[in-house]
């Protein structure tokens, strides 16, 4: 007799699927989730720890080239940080976020990936906490502000760097080192033959904005020889050339003849366009006419963008800075000023440049091309690139018919 009976699934069988598929559905999407937001935590420690390898010793300064991607990158992962990692409690816990980040330290990085400049760890852990918790820079540094010399005695360029550069990182940039400036200024020299000039510019400009505590980079931008000298497309160049290298605040367009005289003139962002040099000595200390905007001004971003920046269109002396006075009221701006008494410049000796003879007639036409000729119709070649100590140098070919 041959024994049969029904098929049936197994229990023990049944009761394995029922736990995979419970597993499978709950469990695992969990802990799936528990280790992105781990793997995110720790991506994040690892970068962080990466960016203190970008410090210079002792100047805990992120290194020019590579700020931009942290603080962009910081500021794009600030919220899921909060979330994954509780840092801001870490780092207001001092022995805590030392173990913490040394921790990190050890377990991320072999002893070969270290910079062999930097003493010790510690290094390492400073300069991290230093760059989250270091306190905002005051808006007007110092109580004892005011009236200042300028040194105009001459010395060669190569003094000025020896004197100055340890206090700079390449490509004349300077940050505060123990705050967080409030404005990022880019500061835009139109440049040609002056070379007498540029070390009695840099040895006042410098220290004087270091005392207000402002981020900051100079940028010289030359124009080559064969046509006229034309300042505003220069400014133009600089504009472009220094926004593709950081995100700037505002920008500073500056002659590189003018020395300022006074601590109060804050070289920081303006809420309108700012007329920085109201009171020139040659001017007797006095304002030529109310709607001049040449020789130091400065305005944010956003603003010398909404009025297509300069005219490239004045070639020689004279007219460009007329004619940006008119695109800041066109554009329903106004121009600001500090009091005479604290916009006051000492303008180096220079002999006069040739007027352009047809600058009146451009003036009067300019006004119906404000949205058709400045930064969007522009054309140039960068020939020469260079990070000096004290500066960034372009130098410009301008691609345009006087």
């Not at 980040?101 to 050890?106: A, C, F």
């Not at 005695?153 to 967080?180: A, H, I």
């Not at 004279?318 to 106004?334: L, P, V, W």
Request: one cysteine or more; aromatic letters at 14%; charged letters at 25%.
């Amino acid at each position: 007799m041959i024994f049969t009976r029904k098929s049936r699934i197994p229990l023990k069988f049944l009761v394995f699927v029922l736990i995979s598929f419970f597993v499978i559905c709950y469990i695992f999407p969990t802990i799936i989730s528990q280790e992105k937001q781990q793997d995110d935590s720790f991506f994040f420690q690892r970068r962080l720890i990466s960016s203190s390898l970008l410090y210079k010793k002792d100047n805990y300064t992120l290194v020019e080239n590579e700020q931009n991607e942290f603080e962009s990158w910081i500021q794009r992962t600030n919220k899921e940080l909060n979330a994954t990692s509780n840092w801001n409690s870490i780092l207001n816990n001092t022995n805590n976020s030392d173990i913490f980040i040394e921790s990190i330290l050890s377990t991320s990085f072999n002893s070969s990936s270290l910079n062999s400049n930097t003493t010790s760890s510690s290094n390492y852990v400073q300069s991290i906490k230093s760059f989250f918790t270091r306190p905002k820079c005051p808006q007007y540094p110092s109580r004892d502000a005011g009236p200042i010399q300028a040194d105009t005695v001459f010395e060669n360029l190569e003094t000025v760097e020896k004197r100055l550069k340890n206090l700079l990182l390449t490509g004349g940039y300077f940050r505060p080192r123990n705050c967080t400036s409030k404005d990022k200024v880019a500061i835009i020299v139109p440049f040609r033959d002056r070379y007498a000039h540029l070390p009695i510019f840099l040895k006042n400009i410098h220290p004087f904005l270091m005392r207000q505590q402002i981020e900051y980079k100079i940028f010289i931008v030359e124009q080559t020889n064969g046509l006229n000298f034309n300042r505003a497309a220069l400014m133009n160049v600089g504009y472009l050339e220094a926004s593709k290298m950081k995100r700037w605040d505002c920008f500073i367009f500056h002659d590189i003849d003018l020395l300022p005289l006074d601590d109060r003139n804050y070289y920081n962002c303006p809420d309108q366009p700012r007329h920085m040099s109201g009171a020139v000595d040659v001017f007797d200390y006095k304002l030529p006419y109310k709607t001049i905007f040449g020789g130091v001004s400065a305005l944010r971003k956003e603003q010398f963008a909404k009025i297509n920046g300069f005219s490239n269109s004045f070639w020689g002396w004279g007219g460009e800075d007329d004619d940006m006075s008119n695109r800041i009221r066109h554009a329903n701006y106004h121009i600001s000023r500090y009091p005479i008494n604290i916009s006051r410049y000492r303008m180096l000796n220079h002999k006069k440049e040739k007027a352009n003879p047809k600058r009146y007639d451009r003036l009067n036409s300019g006004v119906t091309k404000f949205t058709t000729d400045g930064l969007n119709s522009i054309k140039y070649e960068i020939y020469k690139y260079n990070k000096f100590p004290l500066f960034t140098w372009f130098l410009v070919e301008l691609k345009m018919s006087e």
